[in-house]
């Protein structure tokens, strides 16, 4: 009979971020960024920059100052602790993340119970922590009592490792970079949605990100302008006659919390506008936790098909 394989055991480096607390990766995030920016002027200026460009959010405040410039070193911070948290199976249980889910699966039974048959699209908005809104997706998978999720993922297949089937096995990553195979993506998350009457689209990605593909926007106004949005959403969505239920994810003072929207039905001629007002929304109101505000394009650049 094979041995069994010995559970992992942390590195000596890694255990002090297995005990560390949200607040104290905040407050690390924090002092990292100082000494960083103490000797690289690019450093410093780009978390400068970052909060310069936020001058128009109503929720950047002076107080948000150093928050927002080191907001890239927490956000790394927390991605790693997570891993690190599902690698080990040490500490990686988030009771607040985990009440996101709760309200999530919970406004996801309100859905279902309104618009009977029609799939729902998480689309979760890129704030504080790519592996936190993960953390949340897995959670919502267990709390709706899925078997299998499908996710449409942007990030490299080896951010953190190779090894997602173990790392998150209830999650079936559908990955924006598979060059071979990218024209088959609209396709796979039809059949998911079709399948399993759900699945997982980030709907607030700016259409630069997309830039060495030729893509389809669509026009809105937001932030007082106009703007354009990635497409695939409203054409996936619309063509199940799909329900679009977008929510983020805030952290501050080593607390995370977050924020549903009101569902979307995909279908409807002014969706792309309602989404835009929800990318506005949370603009405005948690700009130092957004992972994309040292970014200046603010949807503004686009290139057509």
Request: glycine share 6%.
């Amino acid at each position: 009979m094979p041995r069994e394989a010995a559970p992992l055991k942390p590195r000596w480096r890694d255990r002090w971020l297995l005990a560390s607390s949200a607040l104290t990766l905040q407050r690390t995030g924090l002092l990292l960024w100082g000494l960083r920016s103490l000797f690289s002027s690019r450093t410093r200026w780009k978390g400068w920059l970052r909060y310069e460009w936020g001058s128009d959010s109503d929720a950047l405040k002076r107080t948000d100052l150093w928050r927002t410039m080191a907001a890239e070193e927490i956000e790394h911070l927390i991605d790693r602790r997570m891993h690190l948290g599902r690698l080990y199976g040490v500490g990686n249980h988030w009771p607040e993340l985990e009440m996101a889910a709760r309200d999530l699966a919970a406004a996801t039974r309100r859905i279902q119970s309104e618009y009977p048959g029609r799939p729902v699209i998480f689309s979760p908005f890129h704030y504080v922590s790519e592996y936190a809104n993960i953390y949340v997706v897995d959670a919502l998978r267990n709390a709706l009592g899925l078997t299998e999720l499908a996710v449409v993922s942007g990030s490299p297949r080896e951010a953190y490792g190779n090894r997602e089937d173990i790392l998150i096995p209830g999650l079936r990553i559908l990955h924006t970079y598979d060059e071979n195979n990218r024209s088959g993506l609209g396709l796979r998350v039809m059949r998911a949605l079709r399948q399993e009457s759900m699945a997982v689209l980030f709907s607030d990605v700016p259409p630069y990100m997309m830039q060495r593909y030729p893509m389809e926007t669509v026009d809105v106004s937001l932030l007082g302008r106009p703007a354009r949005l990635h497409r695939g959403v409203f054409s996936i969505g619309g063509h199940v006659d799909a329900v679009l239920l977008c929510f983020h994810l805030t952290f501050a003072k080593g607390h995370f919390g977050y924020r549903l929207f009101d569902p979307i039905v995909l279908a409807e001629d002014n969706a792309a506008q309602q989404v835009a007002d929800c990318i506005e929304l949370a603009y405005r109101s948690a700009y130092p936790n957004w992972i994309l505000a040292d970014h200046p394009s603010r949807y503004g650049f686009s290139p057509t098909k």
